[in-house]
């Protein structure tokens, strides 16, 4: 049973950008009357809102479009995983917040792409049953198991572009005050916690390795998906239009966006492919 706050019950959070196999959605409202058996299928721009929980089965993953104050990300949940968003107190760099929603990362993969633009004030936050990961702008594999066999939790972040910080939750928790506790991890490295131990030492993945991690996605669906490109995209970097979530084919003018000297391409994939 997770233990979620209240604040903020109903604030969105995300939409639904991809979906397929087995992906779905247990409202907040649903898990807090302890209906733990109302789940919805997810499905194309459908949209997500504070303590929902995603999930995925042997053949399901979900892309979600993220917006929230500074920070604009694309999640990918990938095959046997569970996720939702909480607003807590950050343990990552924050300059303004108290609070701050924080993606919860139960069991299975992510694949994160995180705006550069996020890094300025804040950085993005995931917790996972062992460890907390702090993500400026960057692209990145993380990876929560529990095997049934041993019941040790193992959590391994891979940075694909940028630098992540990755701790021991306990450290997040107030009950180790030693920073050592935590690692930075380069592009093309990886570290892991094991149950309550410290991150191991970086270490440099295998061009194989590397590659494999960067084939951990989901595959392109056919229909339009409204891009806006900044100077600097982050690799599958979807930012929203405006203030609202984005909608396909919907042209909005200039004065809308971020910042001048952008562009908007509509995306069409071909069916063929």
Sequence with gaps: ????????????????VQAEGVAELLKAE?????????WETLSYMEEIFLAD????????KVKALVEYQDIDAVWSLLENGSMYF??????????????KRILHLEEGTVRGAVSQHSAAATETEIRTPNAVICVPGTTFILRSRTPDTTGINTTEIIALEGVTIICNLKLAEGQVAEKDTCVEVKQGYSSQVVETGAP???????????KRAQELRITTQVHPIVKLLRRQPVEEFIPPVGKEPPFPLEIYPPEVFFEP??????EIPNPNL
Aim: net charge negative; hydrophobic share 40%; with cysteine.
């Design 1 to 16: 049973m997770f233990a979620f706050t209240t604040a903020g019950w109903g604030d969105y959070i995300a939409e639904v």
């Design 30 to 38: 649903m898990r807090q009357k302890d209906l733990s058996d109302k």
């Design 53 to 60: 929980t995603l999930r995925t089965g042997a053949t399901g």
């Design 86 to 99: 909480d607003e807590e107190e950050p343990f990552c760099k924050s300059e303004t917040q108290k609070q």
């Design 200 to 210: 191991t030492a970086p270490k440099l993945l295998s061009p194989a390795a590397l």
């Design 261 to 266: 000297l952008i562009r908007l391409e509509i």
